[in-house]
């Protein structure tokens, strides 16, 4: 199960991500951020991961999706996840995600 909770504040999209981001949660996500970010044309955008526990691999896809989106509107995208967060996600995980220039991490 994923809850997405989304809110906006001086320009700024929020999106708070809870419990396990899998394979089979991709399509509620695309719906409720990917496409709102897509069609907003969001320039900057905050993703609160701190109670994420899990992402799989087309989770992960989507997230790197939605940066692009952001990064073509001339925005920036960040991420927020506590270092439990961090030790939670398969290494590979982050790995992929540190290799993309503009996210920013805080614990």
């Known amino acids: 199960m994923l809850d997405i909770d989304i809110t906006s504040k001086r320009g700024i999209l929020f999106?708070?991500?809870?419990g396990r981001f899998t394979t089979n949660?991709?399509?509620k996500f695309q719906?409720?951020?990917?496409?709102?970010?897509?069609?907003?044309?969001?320039k900057q955008t905050i993703f609160n991961l701190s109670e994420l526990n899990y992402l799989s691999q087309k989770g992960l896809n989507e997230?790197?999706?939605?940066?692009k989106l952001t990064n073509n509107n001339n925005g920036e995208t960040s991420i927020w996840a506590s270092p439990q967060t961090y030790s939670?996600?398969?290494?590979t995980v982050l790995n992929k995600i540190t290799t993309v220039n503009k996210y920013s991490f805080s614990g």
Not at 31 to 42: L, M, P
Not at 63 to 67: E, H, S, T
């Open 63 to 67: 997230l790197i999706k939605c940066y």
């Open 15 to 18: 999106i708070t991500l809870k």
């Open 25 to 27: 949660m991709v399509s």
């Open 31 to 42: 719906v409720e951020v990917t496409k709102f970010i897509q069609k907003i044309g969001i």
């Open 88 to 91: 939670k996600l398969h290494k």
